[in-house]
């Protein structure tokens, strides 16, 4: 399995913008496609975006469509998510996650998951 560290999380006010990135060791990065979740106090975990393994196939959450964009750079093992024009409701821990499955929007079809990095939008 691939090993997965998120980063770049924290306390912004509405209408700001946070760069989330994930960083993958272990097995080749190339073979998986990667997922963004997230999970609000009292929620269940929500797909948020995820980008298959060569970066030509991308989705996102209807909340999130045009505001968020996921993007991935192979030659350095990581992905990242670019958060604009945050609402408070994006407030969660946000979990970046890898699969070898086509399917991207499934979290159990995730098998490696990173810690998380909590994200706070504030009115």
């Known amino acids: 399995q691939v090993q997965l560290v998120e980063s770049g999380g924290g306390l912004v006010q509405a209408g700001g913008s946070l760069r989330l990135s994930c960083a993958a060791s272990g097995r080749t990065f190339s073979n998986y496609g990667v997922g963004w979740f997230r999970q609000a106090p009292g929620k269940e975990r929500e797909f948020v975006a995820a980008i298959n393994l060569n970066g030509a196939r991308t989705n996102y959450a209807d909340s999130v469509k045009g505001r968020f964009t996921i993007s991935r750079d192979n030659a350095k093992n990581t992905v990242s998510l670019q958060m604009n024009s945050l609402k408070p409701e994006d407030t969660a821990i946000y979990y970046c996650?890898?699969?070898?499955?086509?399917?991207?929007?499934?979290?159990?079809?995730?098998?490696?998951w990173g810690q998380g990095t909590q994200v706070t939008v504030s009115s």
């Open positions: 996650a890898a699969t070898r499955s086509f399917v991207l929007t499934r979290s159990s079809d995730y098998a490696s």
